[in-house]
């Protein structure tokens, strides 16, 4: 059968997050790092191609999401969705905008959203701003992002400066109004000359709203929550079951410990929390840059405590913190250290028999799966709006199943670290 929904995210956690919702809302899901070359099976509805190309340079990560658009329209997706952060995190030259303008051309369509809404994690979005709880954007703390700081929150603004079509809004006026008055705004917009439609959202009803204002169209460019209305879409149209059970994983066992590379402030409360009821070691980038084991280090220091508790092996820090490492180091250099001691450090731990393994922070969850040669994920539970487990399909998971949770710095929880157990088998 062929697949429903192609989707191609710009990081690994992002691809994680929108692959969960769609299980959430009863599509068969697998996530795949990269563009797969390996068979995907009958028993699945959508793919999420989850590349590394939010921070990239603009051109590489075009030819990559091009890369993954010519994959998926060969699998036979009817609708493809491009995937990016809720807090629509990028550079002043992109990359959301360049790569939706690329997906567009490919796909000979001319119009599209731009909706990062996820209410349920408190980003609205009204009158074309974004919000972040009860603060714009740019009042959060995603001003400190190291690599994208974002100090804008008009998104109309930001996306009209990576894109050379014409932006215009969706208001929540319209939107409150259901899918036929968000379907006849967009044919106003089209035809005043808009490529691109940034849609307000401040509800779960609103993105149900807007994902049924989505049916047929070609492209969807969003965060995740725009994907909880796209699967009655295809159940209208008598593509998809009802009722059908989409998050089922195998039973997996093994030590647990969890890899914290987020800099974000939710992980940080995470971290925060953990550290006081569980085992942890923290990884210092000053160390890693004066050429010490920091890796070997860790995992000698987890030898003995794996299999009693969960672990936690930590680089996460403040952004007093942060800049001060990057000022020493630069910010590239520093980024890339302490991703590669992460990804050592997860090699060794599955290698000593941890089977349940929660990564945090985007970039860091890229760098283990690839270390862990983990070329797909199979979708599982939610922990967390946004955030579910999964178990890995290749690499380290091949001879038994390997449980991965890859949480986007900024999702879940203060307590996520400690409840996320809860929600595997045994």
Known sequence: MALLLGCIADD?????????MLVKAGMRTIQTIGVPTWPIGDDVDAVVVALKSRTTPAAEAVEESLAALKWLQ?????????KYCSTFDSTAKGNIGPVAEALLAALGSDFTIACPAFPVNGRTIYKGHLFVGDGLLSESGMRHHPLTPMTESNLVKVLQAQVQGKVGLVDTAVVSRGAEAIVARF????ADG???????????????????????????????????????????????????????????????????????VATQGQVAAMRE???????????????????????????D????????????????AVKAVQAQLGSEAAGSLVEDCLAKIAQ??????????????????????KAL????????????????????IGGEAREKPLALALKSGNFGTPDFFLKAWSKLSA
């Open 12 to 20: 690994f956690t992002g691809g994680t997050d929108l692959a969960g």
């Open 74 to 82: 060969g699998a036979g997706c009817r609708q493809i969705y491009f």
């Open 187 to 190: 044919a106003q917009l089209k």
């Open 194 to 264: 808009c490529r691109f439609a940034v849609t307000d959202a401040i509800s779960n009803a609103d993105l149900l709203a807007i994902g049924a204002a989505c049916a047929g169209m070609p492209l969807v460019t969003a965060g995740s929550g725009v994907a909880l209305g796209l699967p009655q879409n295809f159940r209208k149209a008598g593509l998809l079951a009802e009722g059908q059970v989409a998050d089922a994983l195998p039973a997996t066992g093994g030590a647990r410990a969890v890899i914290s590379g987020s800099c974000s």
């Open 277 to 303: 009821k569980c085992p942890a070691f923290n990884v210092d980038p000053f160390e890693l840059a004066q050429g010490k084991d920091v890796a070997a280090a860790a995992l000698a220091w987890a030898a």
């Open 305 to 320: 405590k794996l299999g009693c508790e969960p672990i936690l092996i930590y680089a996460t820090a403040a952004p007093e």
């Open 348 to 369: 060794g731990l599955v290698a000593k028999g941890v089977g349940q393994l929660i990564v945090a922070g985007g970039e860091t969850s890229g760098a283990v799966v």
């Open 373 to 392: 040669g983990v070329s797909g994920l199979r979708i599982g539970p939610e922990i967390d709006p946004g955030v579910p487990w999964t178990t890995g």
